[in-house]
């Protein structure tokens, strides 16, 4: 969840990271991105070219419905 309340608009790995404050990249992406793309919470911008440097992350329309049952509870 802390991913998504961070992600605006379209960002970047590194920019998602610095946003939620972590150093370690690989535990970032373990952690925080994998189980986020498996649950499709967030979507890559270049889905076929998943190690690209220009990869952008988004909210995918499962990200939006979790983030607006956060706020339905008060959470977000």
Known sequence: ???LKQLKS????????????LRDA???RKS?????LEIKAIEMT???KPTSSKQKYRISG???QLLEKLRDKGEA
């Open 1 to 3: 969840m802390k991913l």
């Open 10 to 21: 379209e960002m970047s790995r590194g920019d998602l990271q610095g946003a939620i404050g």
């Open 26 to 28: 690989e535990h970032f």
């Open 32 to 36: 925080y991105i994998n189980p986020a």
């Open 46 to 48: 270049i889905p076929e």
């Open 62 to 64: 499962v990200g939006k």
